[in-house]
């Protein structure tokens, strides 16, 4: 008995050796052939891209109490780093506040910094994390038809024009991914943290340029419509 099990188990080690030589030798030629294939080489300067954000033209076509229209233009670095600047234009226009108040301001903002991408294959998904350093200066109104004085306890209306200057940074994470030939289409989430402000002996502006309602904090949000228009990265391999 022990000697046919012997010799069962024999031939079934003899019937499998050529299979598992076989999967080892499939192992051997998988590696080779990925080793001599060629790799995608990403240069030092992949790409120029402009972009323009579709959610504050919609805010402004739908007449919402304020817009943040702007575009952007950044470089690619190794598909890694993204310097970018953006630029844009803040508009607000806001009746019937409390007590008859009303707001209003048209000025730029400015914002410069970084995109790390977490995804670096060329031409697929991109998934980003990045900071700004914004910034805006400018002039609001502030009126009150009904404004009681109340040293002389007399109404009288209110007129007052002021200026404003402020800074604040941006952390922002955001998608991106190809939708045909250098056009992209993504969006970006960013948590605001002001860092200065004047003109507050005044009051303090209702909305600022870029930052959205005035506070210490805030959110924001871009949808943006992205055009490569400088790709240098096509297709450039290395043996």
């Excluded at 005035?214 to 924001?220: I, L, P, V």
């Amino acid at each position: 008995m022990r000697t046919c099990r012997f010799i069962s188990v024999s031939l079934l080690l003899i019937w499998l050796m050529p299979l598992a030589t076989f999967a080892q030798e499939a192992d051997v030629v998988e590696e080779v052939q990925e080793a001599l294939a060629p790799k995608e080489k990403i240069p030092l300067l992949a790409g120029v891209a402009v972009s323009a954000d579709l959610c504050g033209l919609f805010m402004k076509v739908t007449n919402s109490r304020f817009a943040n229209m702007e575009a952007a233009c950044r470089l690619d670095f190794k598909e890694k780093y993204f310097p970018i600047f953006e630029m844009g234009i803040g508009d607000c226009k806001r009746e019937g506040g409390d007590n008859n108040n009303s707001f209003s301001t048209t000025a730029p903002y400015f914002r410069v910094g970084m995109d790390y991408n977490f995804n670096k294959k060329m031409s697929g998904n991109r998934f980003f994390a990045g900071i700004r350093y914004a910034f805006t200066s400018f002039d609001f109104d502030f009126k009150n038809p009904d404004f009681t004085d109340p040293y002389w306890n007399m109404q009288r209306p209110l007129n007052i024009t002021t200026h404003s200057n402020t800074q604040w940074i941006e952390l922002v994470l955001g998608v991106e991914t190809k939708i045909w030939s250098i056009v992209r289409f993504g969006w970006k989430l960013r948590y605001k943290g002001r860092i200065h402000q004047t003109g507050k002996e005044r009051g303090e502006p209702w909305y600022v340029p870029g930052f959205g309602k005035n506070g210490g904090t805030g959110w924001g949000g871009t949808i943006d419509l992205t055009f490569d228009v400088g790709k240098t990265a096509k297709s450039k391999k290395r043996k």
